[in-house]
């Protein structure tokens, strides 16, 4: 192993190492309670599905097609949404994910703003779908 892959290891928190590499989360959900999705203008997209039950998230998942800044700021947004009400999901912006994840470079803390902006978009659309239910089946997603 050179220097500069050895530096990669060494430089990343086991918690943003974990979320680059754990996959659980990364699932497509047919007809969530709330989706969002926000593409950049490099291409990459990142998608959140979230379940809603009881006042709170219940489960959440995403799909990105992005770096693996763009997996580990995504997997981290749904992660830190599970089991939060809705107040409390609101609250979580790029510098949650960004602190989450303990060690984003600076330079690409715009993949949290990614992951941030399309998990407000799933809430807007989960409130979007409580006050309309028939919407859920209209989504595009």
Not at 72 to 81: F, Q, R, S
Not at 119 to 137: D, E, G, T, V, Y
Request: net charge negative; proline share 4%.
């Amino acid at each position: 192993m050179d220097q500069s892959s050895l530096n990669f290891w060494e430089n990343h928190s086991l918690r943003f190492l974990e979320m680059v590499f754990r996959a659980d989360k990364r699932e497509v959900l047919r007809n969530p309670d709330g989706y969002g999705k926000r593409t950049r203008k490099c291409g990459d997209t990142v998608e959140i599905f979230l379940t809603f039950r009881d006042g709170r998230i219940k489960s959440a998942s995403f799909e990105t097609n992005g770096c693996m800044y763009s997996v580990a700021c995504a997997n981290a947004a749904v992660h830190l949404v599970e089991g939060k009400s809705l107040e409390e999901a609101w609250e979580i912006g790029p510098e949650t994910i960004a602190d989450y994840l303990e060690t984003l470079p600076q330079q690409e803390l715009h993949c949290a703003e990614l992951s941030a902006q399309a998990l407000h978009l799933a809430l807007a659309n989960l409130l979007q779908i409580k006050r309309s239910p028939w919407k859920r089946f209209y989504t595009p997603h």
